[in-house]
């Protein structure tokens, strides 16, 4: 008995692309490369301006807008930094904002990278609930520490001194630092923990050998985001800093609400005060962008 010829199937008409997927393939080319460049010239267009600004004498900065300058070139002088070497209160304030800013960061970072691990691959009772407790700790405000933390640091005799606004910014850097670590460094493989403890290494060694080198780019991207929070912080270093040695956001408004016209010393101030945060941030992209991929990746 003869099987019936089987009939060919029809291929299917190729679906038809959206209106908004046919945008998008448009847009994927040259009009999308200039309309993020068309971005971020919006976005840098204030530091733009303040740099101009910075350079133009105070009459000229009273009388015509920034943007004038590309008319008149002859108005660029560097008088105004001269200015603001010779201000003694800016310049105290940036050594003080250094002083601030890099021992918050490095405390944040080491002690952070350190609880991280712990909670991740470290066995101790309760750990899953001092985890919580610390993430917990992720929701209380700056604001409601103030009163009771100024009172504590008085106490102490560390209220208006430098050492008291860095354990301020480490105390309220840490319950992130850790939860973003301790997230990270569970997603490193056991199999090669343990291989490393096979070899002999104990927990120093895998610490400082095998996660530590892992980790880097989220231990880059957590001394970033730390960074530009305590070197752009007013408020904390407004309370608990000292008169004598502010830093450089508050010795800004210092000199604002004294000298409402000393534009010459604010203007190059505010942008010495912005480009320090933005050279870090450039300095250290490759690694930011990397463990924000990681973390997205995972």
């Known amino acids: 008995m003869s099987t019936p010829p089987s009939t060919p199937t029809k291929l299917k008409p190729k679906a038809e692309q959206s209106f908004g997927a046919r945008i998008a393939a448009r847009l994927g080319g040259g009009v999308m490369r200039v309309f993020l460049i068309l971005v971020a010239l919006f976005w840098i267009m204030p530091t733009i301006g303040l740099f101009l600004s910075s350079l133009r004498g105070p009459e000229d900065i009273a009388a015509t807008g920034w943007w004038k300058i590309f008319t008149a070139p002859s108005e660029l002088t560097f008088d105004n930094y001269q200015r603001l070497l010779d201000n003694s209160t800016i310049t105290g304030?940036?050594?003080?904002?250094?002083?601030?800013?890099?021992?918050?960061?490095?405390?944040?970072?080491?002690?952070?990278?350190?609880?991280?691990?712990?909670?991740?691959?470290?066995?101790?009772?309760?750990?899953?609930?001092?985890?919580?407790?610390?993430v917990g700790l992720l929701v209380v405000p700056v604001q409601v520490a103030l009163i009771p933390v100024s009172e504590l640091f008085g106490t102490i005799g560390i209220f208006?001194?430098?050492?008291?606004?860095?354990?301020?910014?480490?105390?309220?850097?840490?319950?992130?630092?850790?939860?973003?670590?301790?997230?990270?460094?569970?997603?490193?493989?056991?199999?090669?923990?343990?291989?490393?403890?096979?070899?002999?290494?104990?927990?120093?060694?895998?610490?400082?050998?095998?996660?530590?080198?892992?980790?880097?780019?989220?231990?880059?991207?957590?001394?970033?985001?730390?960074?530009?929070?305590?070197?752009?912080?007013?408020?904390?270093?407004?309370?608990?800093?000292?008169?004598?040695?502010?830093?450089?956001?508050?010795?800004?408004?210092?000199?604002?609400?004294?000298f409402g016209n000393n534009i010459d010393v604010l203007a190059p101030g505010a942008f010495v005060s912005m480009v320090i945060p933005l050279v870090v941030f450039f300095a250290f992209q490759r690694q930011f962008v990397s463990g924000v991929m990681a973390g997205a990746v995972k």
């Open 93 to 134: 304030s940036l050594l003080s904002t250094i002083m601030i800013t890099v021992p918050s960061t490095v405390l944040v970072v080491v002690i952070g990278s350190l609880a991280g691990y712990a909670f991740a691959w470290m066995d101790f009772p309760g750990r899953d609930w001092w985890f919580l407790l610390v």
């Open 160 to 258: 208006e001194t430098t050492l008291g606004v860095v354990l301020f910014h480490t105390a309220f850097g840490l319950p992130f630092a850790i939860f973003l670590l301790r997230n990270f460094f569970a997603e490193i493989p056991r199999e090669l923990l343990e291989a490393a403890r096979l070899d002999g290494a104990g927990e120093i060694r895998l610490f400082t050998r095998v996660v530590m080198p892992l980790g880097g780019p989220a231990i880059a991207s957590l001394g970033i985001f730390q960074f530009l929070w305590v070197w752009n912080d007013m408020l904390v270093a407004l309370i608990f800093a000292g008169s004598d040695s502010p830093p450089i956001t508050v010795a800004l408004q210092q000199q604002v609400r004294q």
